[in-house]
């Protein structure tokens, strides 16, 4: 309040300083320059009248004209300025009357009998007392002056006077802000910094590992109740605290436990591999033996015992063997993945010749057909990849329709990064309702009597497509015969060469969309098909070996 009650007491001389300093420059300055110029003025009056009455030229009262005119600008002028000047008002007026006077008296009568009777007779009027007469207008101009530059003295001295008593208001207020600052120093640093300086050493207590430390404060209740609030964090801290170090502890537990699952698990891989090599080398010789003794049995005793010694002989060589493929089955699908020769760029063209070739007698003796479109390089493991399409083909060979020719179809479209790879038939069709359960290890739909197999083959397919990063399915929405998908990671520069073909600025964006297979499905034939039938009608060449791969009743085509 004192600080306000000195600021405005401040502003009130400042305004009032300013106020006298405007009054000498604007004023009092002014009006000491109008009356010099007043002066001028009556003294052009003067010299004009004496001049006219000497020469009697009218040219000569030239300047008293001027004079006149100037004399009632400047009194107009000052007149202006004496709101607050009573007494230059007065000795104005005074001059005014003198002047008037003079005019009156002298320059008047001067003038016309001039005029009238020569100049002789108007020097006649220019006298003594004439001149008297003028030297009270110029006295009562010097008494004008007086009075202003008494009045200008007056403005400096308020000027001088405001300005002492606004220097000393500053100097009190600076003692008042240096006084004050001290009090405030000292009040904050009672209320406010000793108190937090306390609250700081107890949260350090705290942050050093005692979280049970409570924390007090004293002070203002605005530092008691962040004390509280503090106080508050760090009862939650030590809560989350105590739940965090019993999910530690129970972490550890599940830790420890892991750790021995997962030695568990390596000892169980240990005897998984211990039991792979002893039925690859161990079982398989006795197997060996029970189906080659029992072969020998059904040669050389067949006939000569009774039927059903025929049939039991039967049973069992027939157990050997599905014994010995369903241990070389078990011994591939755990191979996958656990021993692998490293990825590399397959050609899947290449691939379907060999499954062609691995085939070959299963497609002549059901004079199955086996086609294929372009397929795509992909990186994998060749081995796989041709036991994957190979499973896939066989299964296809396997589960025809009764007197209907096989027709085997696989083709390849690009989805995203990655290639779809369909094999289509024609053969007995897969239920919706068991198209998952088909790739379940020992699945069977079909007695061993209908379809031969060990149950296992779609398994191992289903391992190797997983293995290379891709999935598999039955399609169920066909009209006719399986047809199974599988997706594998198509190549970087596959991709971006189908991207570029798709873009709305490339030309061959129509034809890169055949080319990928985008254009339409793999199950439905294609407008334009990159291969070449092998029909029956197709002529034979010169040295009687069937054009496009055919042989005997079998047809392949390779696209």
Same mark, same amino acid.
């Given at each position: ?110 003038? +016309? ?13 220019? +006298? ?432």
């Amino acid at each position: 309040m004192l600080l306000i009650g000195l600021a405005a007491a401040e502003a009130a001389m400042a305004a009032r300083n300013r106020t006298q300093i405007d009054a000498i420059l604007n004023e009092t300055g002014p009006l000491r320059v109008q009356s010099q110029e007043l002066l001028n003025a009556v003294l052009d009056q003067e010299t004009a009248v004496r001049g006219y009455a000497v020469s009697g030229d009218p040219n000569d009262l030239t300047p008293y004209q001027a004079g006149l005119d100037q004399e009632k600008n400047v009194v107009a002028a000052m007149r202006a300025l004496l709101d607050n000047y009573p007494q230059v008002g007065q000795e104005l007026r005074i001059v005014e009357e003198r002047a008037e006077q003079w005019r009156q008296s002298v320059a008047v009568p001067v003038i +016309t009998t001039t005029e009238q009777s020569g100049t002789s007779a108007g020097q006649a009027l220019v +006298t003594e007392r004439a001149r008297q007469q003028f030297d009270q207008v110029r006295a009562a101009i010097e008494d004008l002056q007086a009075e202003i530059l008494t009045a200008r003295e007056q403005s400096a001295d308020d000027v001088r006077n405001s300005s002492n008593v606004l220097v000393v208001l500053l100097i009190v207020a600076a003692l008042v802000v240096v006084v004050a600052g001290a009090v405030l120093l000292l009040s904050l640093d009672r209320m406010v910094v000793r108190p937090l300086v306390g609250l700081a050493d107890q949260v350090r207590e705290v942050a050093k590992g005692d979280y049970q430390h409570g924390i007090a404060i004293t002070g203002p209740p605005e530092f008691v109740q962040l004390g509280a609030d503090v106080d508050a964090m760090r009862q939650k801290i030590a809560s989350d605290l105590a739940e965090v170090r019993e999910a530690r502890e129970r972490i550890e537990w599940v830790n420890s436990q892991l750790q021995k699952q997962a030695e568990e698990l390596t000892r169980s891989n240990r005897d998984l591999e211990q039991f792979a090599y002893v039925a690859s080398h161990d079982l398989q010789e006795p197997l060996r033996k029970v189906a080659s003794f029992c072969q020998l049995l059904q040669r050389r005793y067949a006939g000569q015992l009774d039927e059903r010694a025929d049939q039991y002989i039967a049973f069992a060589v027939d157990g050997a063997q599905r014994m010995q493929r369903l241990i070389n089955d078990l011994l591939a699908f755990s191979r996958i993945g656990r021993l692998t020769t490293g990825f590399s760029e397959v050609d899947l063209n290449k691939v379907m010749g060999d499954v062609a070739g691995q085939t070959e007698a299963a497609r002549q003796y059901a004079d199955a057909e086996l086609t294929w479109t372009e397929l795509p390089v992909i990186r994998g493991e060749e081995p796989l990849l041709t036991n994957l399409l190979a499973n896939l083909v066989s299964n296809s060979i396997k589960f025809r329709r009764p007197d209907v020719p096989p027709k085997v179809h696989v083709s390849a479209r690009l989805v995203g990064a990655e290639w779809e790879i369909s094999c289509q038939d024609n053969g007995i069709g897969i239920e919706p309702e068991f198209a998952d359960k088909i790739f379940v290890i020992f699945q069977r739909l079909h007695s061993k009597d209908a379809y031969p197999g060990t149950g296992i083959g779609l398994a191992i397919a289903k391992k190797i497509v997983e293995y290379h990063g891709g999935r598999v399915w039955v399609d169920t929405d066909v009209p006719e015969g399986t047809t199974i998908r599988f997706t594998l990671p198509a190549l970087p520069e596959d991709v971006e060469a189908a991207a570029a073909a798709d873009s709305p600025e490339s030309p061959q964006a129509a034809a890169a969309g055949v080319a990928t297979g985008d254009s339409a499905p793999s199950d439905e034939t294609p407008a334009t098909p990159p291969e070449q039938s092998a029909g029956a009608d197709r002529p034979d060449r010169a040295d009687g070996s069937p054009e496009g791969g055919r042989t005997g009743d079998m047809r392949e085509t390779v696209g």
